[in-house]
């Protein structure tokens, strides 16, 4: 796993953005896998950005969502979809029929609506680049602690820790956010080419230093990480406080080869 430690938002930004243009720029068909919330922000500034200089362009790109939430009426403003679409969709050249995500009326259709989306998935050639946040709880997407390491898109019920942290998109009330969500599982999350997570604050300080040099367990599912082959880890100064080797990490990548990309 490579660990980037940076001096804050801009530079994740501009290093992620980076590793998403060199995407767009090598593949006829490219795949980006997007994660709501707020720490991909920057990164979709950045992009909206480039593609506002014409920079880059997502033309001939596909997108897919990792998760959204369950009983949230069509074109609600909290619905993970109308997210992306606000924050960066809308804001660049990807078609309307390339941004696709999990979705579920009623928890008994998730696994059903869970197969049907992994096929779109695989259709388009499967994920080249999967932005993801981190939970203070260890989640990704929305496998909250316990969930299988080789666990597909399915129906997840959201722990109360992770229902009291999403309740800033719900005017601080917890009880309105849903119990419910559909999710990409961590063995779909573990197929895509290039993982990239993103961590910011010292909220996530723990859960990073436990994904990151921690035994990997289902306690933690962003541990799952360790598992894949090319899984990259950016945080601030702050999420990285409490990692044991931050001083290797650094060096590391100081002393890249070539450059000093992800
Ligand atoms: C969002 C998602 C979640 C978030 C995580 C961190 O699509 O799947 O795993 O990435 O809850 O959220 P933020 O970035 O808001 O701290």
Known sequence: MEVVITDGPAAIGRLVA???DQVLRSSEAPVIGLATGSSPLPVYQELIARHRDGAITFEHAQAFLLDEYIGLPEGSPQS??????????????LPNRALDGPSAARVEDASAAGRCYEQRIAAAGGIDLQLLGIGSDGHIGFNEPSSSLASRTR??????????????????DTDAVPRHVITQGIGT?????HLVLIAMGE?????VAAAVEGPLTAMIPASA???????TVVLDEEAASRLRLDTYYREAFDNKPHCQGI
């Open 155 to 172: 129906a997840k019920t959201l722990m109360d820790a992770t229902r009291h942290d999403n309740a800033r998109f719900f005017d601080g």
């Open 18 to 20: 980076d590793a998403i």
């Open 80 to 93: 993970y979809r109308t997210f992306i679409e606000a924050q960066l969709t809308d804001h660049i050249d």
């Open 225 to 231: 990480l360790q598992l894949h082959r090319h899984a």
């Open 203 to 207: 909220s996530k300080a723990a859960a």
């Open 189 to 193: 999350i573990l197929d895509a080419r």
